[in-house]
């Protein structure tokens, strides 16, 4: 199948599906994708679901549950084919929605999850953005240094639990967040 056309057309005979399911699979990935956007991998794993969801399993036997699901991978395709479902701009709009809450390294491992990494100029720019990032969220929460070992150390594990750098983490807590020497 070298592209799904727009009205999703009749699987072919090898599919032995209905029109119907191929449609309902084709309606569930554009009601996805406009709630928000997802990776490649993420919206495999929600159509394998989805058919999953969808099949009784005393009517299917293996063969017609492996044709159904061999229909993912062209639908993936031609979506890809519309742009409506972008591997990069799941990583930037990802980027950008969690960078101020989030460091780098727990980005990276979200994106992860989702079978993708930041291209080498997006994680120079997440990595360089860190400590400006930390320290605005450090000083909205806490505000000022404390001499308080105890209070430091409190503070230190809610910036680590935001998945920022020890390094980075260090220089804040300890007031040396703005400036680039530590």
Known sequence: MAGLPPTAGAPTAADALPDDRLRRLKAR????????????????????????????????????TAAAQALI???IAWLEG?????????VEGRIQARSGRHGSPR????LARHGLAPDEDQAALLRAA???HAQALWLRRYGEVSSDPGERARQMRFLAGRGFPPEVVRAVVNGRGDSDND
Request: aromatic share 2%; hydrophobic share 35%; proline share 5%.
């Open 29 to 64: 990935a554009l009601s996805l994708l406009a709630r928000r956007e997802h990776s490649p991998e993420e919206m495999r794993q929600k159509l394998r679901a989805s058919l999953r969801r969808g099949s009784r399993p005393e009517l299917q036997d293996a063969e017609e």
């Open 73 to 75: 991978e062209p639908l």
């Open 107 to 110: 980005i990276r491992q979200e």
């Open 82 to 90: 519309l742009d409506l479902l972008n591997a990069r701009r799941f």
């Open 130 to 132: 860190d400590r400006g």
